[in-house]
């Protein structure tokens, strides 16, 4: 998968904040190879993406499965009618999804 101008823009916002490169690279399937080619300007040398425009810092391969286990925790409390606790499980999942980790 090539990475986009607009990727590019990413990952260098993730390189300015500390991340791991080999985090970025999981967030975009990619190999550190391809996150070194962009901080070494394989796409030139555009801007790095603003804070809001970042991965969540860590690994996505935790938190999606962290995220899994939130949304099988909310269609089991919707099978069971309890509405509130899906919604509970959605939103406590998403919140650990975009937390910032080491």
Known sequence: MALTNRDAQ???????RGDNKHDIAAWFGENQARIAE?????HGHPPA???????????????????????????????????DGAERA?????????RNEA
């Not at 962009?38 to 394989?42: A, D, M």
């Open 10 to 16: 990413v990952v260098l916002g993730m390189i300015a």
């Open 38 to 42: 962009v901080e070494q300007g394989s």
């Open 49 to 83: 993406a603003a804070a809001e425009d970042l991965f969540p810092k860590g690994s996505p391969g935790p938190k999606g499965r962290k995220l899994r286990g939130a949304v099988k925790n909310a269609l089991l409390a919707i099978e069971k009618g309890d509405i």
């Open 90 to 98: 959605l939103k406590n999942g998403l919140e650990n999804f975009n």
